[in-house]
């Protein structure tokens, strides 16, 4: 079973707050993700970390930011938030090797900005 | 550019039917690895498979199957005897081996299939 945590699992906030979604796993992955999930269903990379202190964009643009200071803890912070920033955020976690492996998903953050 | 595609955005069913999702990928890479995730209603999604490019052997576990056709670039999921609990948003997803190592093991995704198994 993975152990892979955010948190909060919800949150309502208005416009222009700063918010920091949480994300730890304690399967000592070397790599996480960060994906955005839209209504209609479809996922889309936004950052990646491949280790501690990397951080990297992902297929998609996005305002946020990520920092990844210890192995086990990839938070993803928006400065001020935004209506269209209303959305699914997933963090995952995997082990950084070839070939890949499989990716373990926490149970998402259902931001709403209003 | 690789590219997955679920051309089946929803489906519905009643319980004990046959279906099984499509999914066709585009890649130029020799080496890549196929995967289905399923997610149910709870939000995190869940890994069923991962299959190699040179590994065209089909694969079955209890009710599910996987049909990997490397000629038809495909990679498609069939649940036998579909139940109620097997309503969930499916994905299937590709990873290439990278140019540099950072992207290693980072997934394409498709855009999902929603499986409605009514009683």
């Known amino acids: 079973e993975a152990d892979i945590y955010q948190t909060p699992r919800y949150l309502v906030i208005g416009t222009g707050k700063k918010i920091t979604l949480e994300c730890s796993q304690t399967m000592g992955h070397d790599k996480m993700y960060w994906y955005q999930q839209d209504p209609g269903m479809e996922l889309h990379l936004i950052h990646y970390s491949y280790g501690v202190n990397s951080t990297e964009k992902g297929d998609l643009s996005s305002e946020s930011t990520v920092s990844r200071i210890r192995t086990e803890h990839f938070p993803l912070t928006l400065e001020s938030a935004r209506p269209s920033h209303t959305s699914q955020y997933l963090c995952a976690s995997s082990e950084f090797r070839d070939p890949p492996y499989e990716q373990y998903f926490g149970p998402g953050t259902r931001l709403t900005v209003t | 550019a690789q590219k997955v595609t679920q051309a089946q955005t929803e489906i519905s069913v009643v319980e004990k039917e046959d279906v099984t999702l499509d999914c066709v990928y585009e890649?130029?890479?020799?080496?890549?690895?196929l995967f289905w995730y399923k997610q149910p209603p709870s939000g995190e999604l869940v890994f069923l498979i991962r299959?190699?490019?040179?590994?065209?052997q089909n694969e079955i576990s209890g009710r599910y199957s996987w049909n990997f056709q490397k000629s038809t670039s495909s990679f498609n999921f069939t649940i036998t005897a579909s139940q109620v609990v097997d309503s969930a948003v499916y994905f299937c997803?590709?990873?290439?081996?990278?140019?540099?190592?950072?992207?290693?093991?980072?997934?394409?995704f498709g855009k999902g299939t929603k499986l409605s198994v009514k009683p």
């Open positions: 890649t130029r890479d020799t080496t890549y690895y």
């Open positions: 299959r190699n490019s040179f590994d065209e």
């Open positions: 997803a590709l990873s290439v081996r990278a140019n540099y190592g950072g992207s290693q093991g980072n997934l394409i």
